[in-house]
């Protein structure tokens, strides 16, 4: 397991929401642990994930799947990153619903 995907990353930018929805409730973070979970909060949207590093052509990616809740109605969906340039960016997606790039750094 790759090590460098372990902490928590702040989401400095997403594709469909500014960065005030994006920081609504709390800072908006994604966070991977060792034993292959994790979790994230942007906006109204909070959830919990499981992950796995997987090849993505000549390097690696972090794919997930996640299930949490927006406004109090449950929420699902899956999404992957991948470190480019210090920076942790990917794309997390809704089941039956939206989906948005981001880029996040990681936390101190």
Do not use: N
């Not at 994230?40 to 959830?47: K, R």
């Not at 991948?82 to 880029?103: C, K, N, T, V, Y």
Request: hydrophobic share 35%.
């Amino acid at each position: 397991m790759s090590h460098e995907y372990i902490g928590t990353w702040r989401i400095i930018e997403m594709d469909e929401w500014d960065q005030d929805d994006v920081d609504l409730v709390v800072p908006g973070y994604i966070a991977f642990d060792a034993k292959g979970s994790g979790t994230f909060e942007c906006g109204t949207v909070e959830g919990s994930l499981d992950y796995r590093i997987e090849p993505c052509g000549q390097s690696e990616r972090l794919a997930f799947s996640w299930e949490g809740s927006d406004e109090m109605d449950p929420v699902s969906g899956r999404g992957w990153a991948m470190i480019q340039d210090g920076q942790l960016q990917g794309r997390i997606f809704f089941h039956e619903g939206d989906d948005s790039g981001f880029i996040a750094e990681k936390s101190s």
